[in-house]
């Protein structure tokens, strides 16, 4: 009998590593908008069409790329921001397993532009599922632009599998204003079928906070803070008035990378027991630093699982921090009242 093993050729490997990293449109914003945060951005604008179907463009004005490495971004496990094992224990960037250009490219048609501030040209790169159609000079601003057209053309099960253009853009949007949040002093702009959805100035966090949800949570934030050998907390509750019934106001980050955390979110919720109406959640944007060899973010492809490696004292300081921020505000009341 012959010997029946072989190695996938590279661009049925990438399709199906796609399957994990690119589920739906709002994965490629992400994976696009953490890449400029990567590259040190101060300016990064989304254009989506048809909730992202059609189009997906980042532009930013990051470092930028050579041709060498733009052409080398696109490769499975190829990445300029951990070299060694050792690396992998003390994660800085947002980005780090180098799989999500060329699981994009392998699954849509994408045109990047790209230029450094020492180079005079730009690259530009066309690839449509794995397949480099062509590579060019030419004239670009610095930064990088990445536009993802027609995502999943050559999967079609993929394609009919998505959902209607409001859920996929409430998608588009959730990854989008959890980046934003994430990044004050970055500017970010959203459009929609060429309407402007966000225009959000650099600035601090809870102007980004009214930016992102309205001038009426401007009165609603109460901040909070605390600071441990072990842990730094900071960021905004919200007032029981800004409680909702529905989720999706609540936001965890973890060294700048939003998590979702269903003992933590309790730890916060314990604190709002008997000041909210039944079934509301509490609004609330919290950033904890930790230092990295505490915890491990390896533990799911698109990162917003973690695991801590003492969960119970984070529990018990965040909540500490919460009841003391919340406790703060009610004396006020209770003393304005009298
Ligand atoms: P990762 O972010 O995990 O490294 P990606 O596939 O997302 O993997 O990107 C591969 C590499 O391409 C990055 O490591 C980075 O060097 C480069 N790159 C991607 N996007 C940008 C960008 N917007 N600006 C500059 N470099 C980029
Ligand atoms: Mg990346």
Known sequence: MQDVIRLLPDSLANQIAAGEVVQRPASVVKELLENSIDAQATQIQLIIKDAGKTLIQVIDDGIGMSETDARMSFERHATSKIK????????????????????????????????????????????????????SKINCPKGTSIAVKNLFFNVPARRNFLKSNPVETKHIIDEFQRVALAFPEVAFRMYHNEEEI???????????????????????????????????????????????????????????????????????????????????????????????????????????????????AIYAILQATVRKALGSVQNNLDFEEK
């Open 84 to 135: 060694t094992q050792e690396d992998l224990f003390s994660i800085m960037t947002m980005g780090f397993r180098g799989e999500a250009l060329a699981s994009i490219a392998a699954v849509a048609q994408v045109e990047m532009r790209t230029r450094r501030e020492i180079d005079d040209l730009g690259t530009q790169i066309i690839i449509e599922g794995s397949e480099l159609k062509t590579q």
């Open 198 to 312: 966000y225009n959000l100035s650099k600035g601090k966090l809870a102007q980004r906070i009214i930016g992102i949800f309205g001038k009426n949570y401007r009165e609603g934030l109460i901040p909070c803070q605390e600071e441990t050998p072990l842990l730094k907390v900071k960021g905004y509750i919200g007032k029981p008035e800004l409680a909702k019934k529905t989720r999706g106001e609540q936001f965890f980050f973890v060294n700048n990378r939003f998590i979702k955390h269903a003992y933590l979110h309790h730890a916060v919720l314990t604190c709002y027991q008997d000041l909210l109406p039944k079934e509301h959640i509490p609004f609330y944007v919290i950033f904890l630093e930790i230092e990295p060899q505490h915890i491990d973010i390896n533990v799911h492809p698109t990162k917003t699982e973690i695991k801590f490696d003492d969960e119970k």
